[in-house]
């Protein structure tokens, strides 16, 4: 079976600080992809990032990134410079052959 | 402009009542979901249509029956409705399944209150 989970229900920040949000997931796949999402209080759902399974390089999006330790099956993700409007649930995904599982979320709050 | 776009934002009904929710994605992706996200925050998917083709079809309800007329829309028909189907149901799409290198993009979300 396949299992994401996020171990931080909640996290805060101060705003222009660094906080990273933990991810592991289990999988018998060989071939999979990885992503976090973002649900701010509008209720969207936003990609954030993305990580493809067979890559080594972690990803980057401006202030955002990822520490991808496959053997650990361990995916955090990486704010930097946190901004008030990162202020939201973030979600990993993991996503394998017709298999797509959400963690539970951890709500982020940065404050000012 | 709006990539996937659901109808209703809001439903309020009665218990027992039959209701639709409507999704439409204008991105051209071959693939569309129904995911279920309850109070908790936490996001299930429900189902999952390629070209029309259902691939996906989680534990669900018989009372929950998606409908795909053509690959750019994917309707969510709930008969019976029950107090436990309160929550916001979101549609997505992604430009291929199978292995899902794709992002998904998502709708606004449609919240059900049942009454």
Same mark, same amino acid.
């Given at each position: ?112 | ?48 249509? #390629?070209?029309? =083709? &259902? ?9 929950? +029956?998606?409908? !795909? ?9 709930? #008969?019976?409705? =029950? &107090? ?9 799409? +992604?430009?291929? !399944? ?13 919240? &059900?209150?049942?009454?």
């Amino acid at each position: 079976a396949q299992t994401v989970t996020q171990s931080q229900p909640e996290m805060s920040v101060q705003e222009a600080e660094t906080v990273t949000l933990s991810c592991t997931y289990d999988t018998s796949e060989n071939n999979y992809y990885l992503f976090w999402y973002k649900q701010p209080p509008s209720r969207q759902m936003i990609l954030v990032i993305r990580q493809e399974a067979y890559k080594q390089q972690n990803a980057t999006e401006n202030r955002f990134s990822v520490n991808f330790q496959k053997a650990a099956k361990s995916f955090s993700l990486k704010i930097s410079d946190s901004q008030l409007g990162d202020t939201a649930m973030y979600f990993c995904e993991a996503a394998g052959t017709y298999k797509y599982i959400f963690g539970t979320g951890t709500r982020l709050k940065v404050l000012a | 402009d709006t990539a996937v776009s659901q109808t209703p934002k809001y439903l309020v009904t009665q218990m027992g009542n039959d209701k639709s929710i409507k999704c439409e994605q204008n991105l051209g992706h071959d693939t569309m979901y129904w995911y279920k996200q309850d109070s908790k925050k936490f996001l299930k998917i429900m189902f999952s249509y #390629n070209n029309k =083709e &259902l691939i996906i079809n989680e534990t669900v309800p018989n009372r929950f +029956s998606p409908k !795909s007329p053509d690959k750019a829309h994917l309707n969510l028909h709930i #008969n019976s409705l =029950e &107090l436990g189907d309160s929550a916001v149901y979101f549609c997505a799409s +992604s430009a291929r !399944s199978g292995i899902s290198n794709q992002p998904q993009h998502f709708g606004d979300g449609t919240r &059900l209150s049942i009454l």
